[in-house]
């Protein structure tokens, strides 16, 4: 049985959580996604203090659970983890993980990121040697984002997901598990559902175990990975590993309007894009007028714009409104369900104010040539 939650609805400022305490919502007023991010260590003792849980838990959708986070933060030293395939570019949605592993960073984790290479080979993401290449590009998109490369390990999946006592374990929680349990597991994540094989029985599995291996406080990762969480939760403590603290964040739409931004839809925008590719990207998204709720612009606004910026500034002529300056994602939603701000203003803003975001990654690139793949490859 699935274990339920402290849920939290992601609607900046003033935004309610789903439990009726009302020392959440307080949380999420002053701790909101308009928060910039810190990029060193703000906490140097041990001890809970309501600046750290505050910190872990902005822009979430939800923590499983609340209480096991608070006394994780009791330490001064926990793993906090995430994996990622390396099958293409580093976009938008990696971003969101990627940030939350920089809070639990200056909340004091060591942040472990996993490369996870079998696990793309797995999922038909390419050759071994193209997705390796594609890792290394991965990695330095990650340090160019904010994460600390001296106090972040960056590993392969091959380099221990092959050794003997990963394998038994493996072995162990499959024999506990029901072949409908780790296929409704991938339903979000493989990229072959209508046919599947027996490769995506082992995915889940081999992720719970990842998290046994590398000694996991934290998980981290979007609402996708929660039935693969959950399956790592339930199954770990019976072959005496501790279950991980799972935190979640939302999944943003595909420039196209699908549900879920993937580099292998081709509905995404790269944090190492050219400006001139991501203003033509943002003016072929979806964005229907006055529609706020699952608009890809509101969205990118919310929780790529206002959080690196703290504002969303719009260059209006005075005969449209004028300019408008905008620092809260509740305001954008009212202004726009309105229709007191045009589809094509708001574009023209969110494209000036993702190029100027972006820009430190671009910048490490410049000054990094070599992190470049030296060649396209057919992962990406």
């Avoid at 999420?28 to 996604?33: D, W």
């Avoid at 309007?257 to 003016?283: H, L, R």
């Avoid at 202004?335 to 671009?362: M, Q, S, T």
């Amino acid at each position: 049985m699935e274990e339920k939650s402290v849920g939290v609805e992601n609607k900046g400022v003033g935004s309610r959580t789903s439990t009726p305490n009302r020392r959440n919502a307080v949380i999420l007023a002053l701790y909101s996604c308009q928060k910039l991010l810190p990029t060193t260590p703000i906490f140097s003792c041990g001890g809970v203090t309501e600046e750290k849980f505050n910190l872990v838990a902005r822009c979430t959708t939800e923590i499983i659970t609340e209480e096991e986070l608070r006394e994780l933060l009791k330490h001064e030293k926990f793993v906090a983890y995430c994996g990622y395939e390396p099958s293409g570019k580093i976009h938008f949605g990696h971003l969101l993980t990627i940030r939350k592993l920089i809070d639990l960073q200056a909340a004091g984790a060591k942040p472990v990121v996993l490369l996870a290479d079998l696990h793309a080979y797995l999922n038909h993401k390419g050759t071994l040697e193209e997705i390796r290449l594609v890792a290394e590009y991965n990695k330095h998109c990650f340090i160019a984002l904010g994460l600390d490369p001296k106090r972040t390990e960056f590993l392969l999946g091959s380099d221990f997901q092959l050794k003997p006592r990963f394998m038994m374990d493996v072995l162990r929680v499959a024999a506990d598990t029901t072949l409908l349990r780790a296929r409704r597991s991938m339903t979000e994540i493989a990229k072959r559902l209508e046919d599947p094989d027996v490769a995506q029985v082992l995915y889940p599995i081999m992720q719970a175990v990842d998290m046994a291996y590398l000694k996991v406080d934290v998980a981290v990762g979007g609402n996708d990975q929660r039935k693969v969480h959950m399956v790592a939760r339930e199954k770990l403590p019976a072959l005496g590993h501790q279950k991980p603290v799972c935190v979640h964040v939302p999944l943003l739409h595909g420039t196209d309007g699908a549900a879920k931004m993937s580099s292998s839809k081709g509905n995404f925008i790269a944090i190492d894009d050219e400006p001139s590719t991501i203003k033509q990207k943002i003016e072929k998204t979806f964005c229907p007028p006055k529609q706020t709720k699952d608009n890809p612009i509101i969205e990118y606004t919310e929780h790529i714009v206002l959080p690196s910026l703290g504002k969303l500034e719009t260059k209006r002529p005075a005969r449209y409104g004028g300019p408008l300056e905008l620092i809260n994602a509740d305001e954008l939603r009212k202004l726009y369900a309105a229709g007191k701000l045009h589809p094509a203003d708001l574009k023209a803003a969110v494209a000036e104010a993702l190029v100027k975001a972006l820009a430190p990654v671009r910048e490490y690139f410049e000054k990094h040539p070599d992190a470049r793949l030296a060649r396209p490859s057919q992962v990406l």
